[in-house]
């Protein structure tokens, strides 16, 4: 009896422990989160090498290959119309979370100029972004609009 009452101990103890490791991954993933979605929405055609250099280090895995694959052309298109943009996350929610990955929906307001259109234009996006956390630190596995 006094076995199965340890054991039992045990297990809630790790599950507490397991939830509370869960918040403070879910807080730090928003935190990252947060911060990425600011460089994504954040562009100025005249410090390109600097975003590029931000958002590549701060993905991983298929997003960071596929952003890397696709930055030349991206590149070309932003640097020919002399885009830049303003952007802020007006709010963000987990929509899931374990101590290693977590999914975060942000609410992006973005303010958007080119040559073909100098007057700013305010565009709002969901973002959907999965983050992994790689070696301590949490990076962007996953980006999708909606």
């Known amino acids: ?5 340890a054991g039992a101990g045990g297990y ?9 490791q869960t918040q403070i991954a879910s807080q730090q993933a928003v935190a990252a989160a947060v911060k990425y979605a600011v460089a994504l929405t954040n562009f100025d055609s005249q410090a390109m090498d600097r975003n590029v ?5 701060g993905a991983t895995g298929e997003f960071k290959q596929r952003y890397v ?10 640097l020919d119309h002399q885009a830049a943009t303003q952007g802020r996350v007006v709010e963000s929610v987990v ?6 990955q977590v999914e975060v929906l942000l609410f992006v307001e973005q303010l958007v100029t080119n040559t073909d259109d100098p007057d700013a234009e305010t565009d709002f996006s969901l973002v959907n972004m999965t983050m992994d956390k ?3 630190q949490w990076l962007a596995s996953k980006v999708q609009l909606r």
């Not at 809630?12 to 509370?20: A, D, I, P, S, T």
């Open 53 to 57: 250099a931000t958002l590549r280090d």
């Open 95 to 100: 929509k899931s979370a374990s101590p290693d």
């Open 12 to 20: 809630v103890g790790w599950l507490q422990y397991e939830r509370h």
């Open 134 to 136: 790689v070696d301590g």
């Open 1 to 5: 009896m006094v076995a199965v009452l």
């Open 69 to 78: 694959k696709s930055n030349g052309s991206l590149r070309t298109v932003l």
